[in-house]
């Protein structure tokens, strides 16, 4: 098969040169050539063409074959340079191919020129061929380089076996803290936290050159600062040993924030939840002021009855005392709606003056139905002598009726409500208590308990809103509210609020701005003042002014 040679001769005898080219082409080789006989027509050849092989005799009248050869170099031409001469030494021959010729031959002596010339093709293939490999693995080691050292995120290779560091990028060095030196003499057991080693020496154990995502990892920071990292890796030959390199993604403020919006997702659809329930219980309210209106009309026919009967058998003593006791019945019942209107009434307020005894009966009164359906029995231990309050009638009961309603969810078994009502020791303030015998609030819940939508009822049982609207109230009469408990143990809720303000504070709740009625508010509020503080001199003074 016939082989195409560029060919160069270096010749200034053009039959030496037709002997030659007869000769390669009785090796099958299309040989086109170009003859030069000095170095400036060496120099122009060797700019304007590309050749395969160059042959060249020793002496020349201009030129000779070491300056030929030196030429080649300079070019940067990395072919075959073979001498053929008639008259050279074996001294010059061994210097020429010392200088960088690749054989020489006789011009009388062609018998090895093909042999020659084929192998040093080959050999120049050869070298052409590592050549671009090493020029590929330049090219490649490059980019490692600018992969890895100039990569943002830390990356480093560690030895499979031993898991030492074998390279670390300038990404790590900085995140991480610790000098280059320092993370070469450790291994990658040193950044990872203490529970999370045998979990990695199990996953290290695993023999694979893919590409592998282990997940979120805890790592620390040589200041001793932990953070998630999310760990990528792919196995590698790295100076001779199986290595494996590992691309580090700092996720911390990643999953921060991913939590933080979890927390609200939850938050807003337990809000809705609630809301929802809320509104519920809006409808609910307003059906049982409904329901108690509708039931004052019969309520009133049978009590109207009953003292006709009355008068009827005024003589029969013993249906006398029945009858009594249906019309005292009928009166609870009455008692029972009115306290259910008044508190679903209006929802503005309006400060009174309150014994604080009579609104506890009257909240245990409308519930005592739920309690006692609960198996639990209300003890009442009221102080005899207590000083009034100013509060909203209605915000007052909202917080009484929430307080034992939640006594009643802790005792789902029954128990003992105690409601407490006495003056502090200073006298300044009522204190209330509702203490139950239920299961008692956890440590970690007590801190919650005041938060709104926070409830440790089952789902459907409760909204979440109770103390917290039973805080907002008692802090805006000016009072505190406090709770103790213990797991077993039971629940307290103590309420303080301040006594009223004496006879003074009473008229002028009663006091009302407006032309008819001034004048007669003024002189009662005189009135007090003398009798309050005798011989002062404001008595008339407030006309006048």
Known sequence: ?????????????????????????????????????NAEQMTRALAHEK???????????????????????????DIPFIIVSGTV??????????????????????????????????????????????????ISDAQYRMLFDCNPQPMWVYDAKTLRFLAVNEAAIRHYGYSRSELMAMTIKSIRTPETVPALLKETALD???????????????????????VTSHGIVFGGKQAQLVLAL????????????????????????????????????????SVAHELNNPLATVSLRVETLMTQLADDEQKQRSLQIIISEVERMANLVTNLLQFTRRNYRQISTID?????????????????????????????????????????????????????????EGGVLTVRVHDQSDSSRVVIEFADTGQGISTSDLKKVWEPFFTSKPEGKGAGLGLSICNRIVEEHGGAISLESEVGKGTTVRLALPVANGA??????KLIVNDSTITENIEEIETTLTNTHPGSAVRGSMKQG
């Open 504 to 509: 003074l504070n009473e008229i002028a709740e």
């Open 250 to 289: 700092d996720v911390t403020e990643k999953l921060k924030a991913r939590y933080a919006l979890q927390e609200k997702v939850d938050e807003l659809a337990s809000m809705t939840q609630q809301l929802w329930h809320a509104s519920k219980l809006v409808t609910m309210g307003e059906l049982a002021a």
């Open 356 to 412: 604080v005894r009579e609104e506890l009966a009257r909240s245990i009164d409308l519930i005592s139905y739920y309690l006692r359906n609960r198996r639990i029995n209300v003890v009442r231990e009221f102080d005899e002598s207590l000083a009034p309050i100013h509060a909203d009638r209605q915000q007052l009961r909202q917080v009484f009726l929430n307080l034992m309603t939640n006594a009643g969810d802790a005792m789902p």
């Open 89 to 138: 030494s074996e001294d010059d021959a061994v210097l020429a191919m010392k200088a960088g010729a690749h054989d020489y031959l006789t011009k009388s002596n062609l018998k090895r020129l093909l042999v020659a010339v084929q192998r040093e093709l080959r050999e120049a293939q050869q070298r052409e061929a590592h050549r671009r490999a090493d020029d590929a693995l330049l």
């Open 51 to 77: 050749f395969d092989i160059v042959f060249a005799d020793y002496s020349l009248p201009q030129f000779d074959a070491p300056r030929a050869l030196e030429l080649l170099k300079q070019s940067g031409n």
């Open 1 to 37: 098969m016939t082989e195409a040679l560029r060919t160069l001769i270096v010749e200034d005898s053009e039959d030496d040169a037709q002997l030659l080219l007869r000769e390669l082409r009785r090796g099958d080789y299309q040989v086109t050539f170009e003859r030069v006989e």
């Open 208 to 230: 694979t050159e893919a590409y592998t995502n282990s997940g979120v990892w805890k790592h620390r920071k040589k200041d001793g600062s932990l953070i998630d990292v999310e």
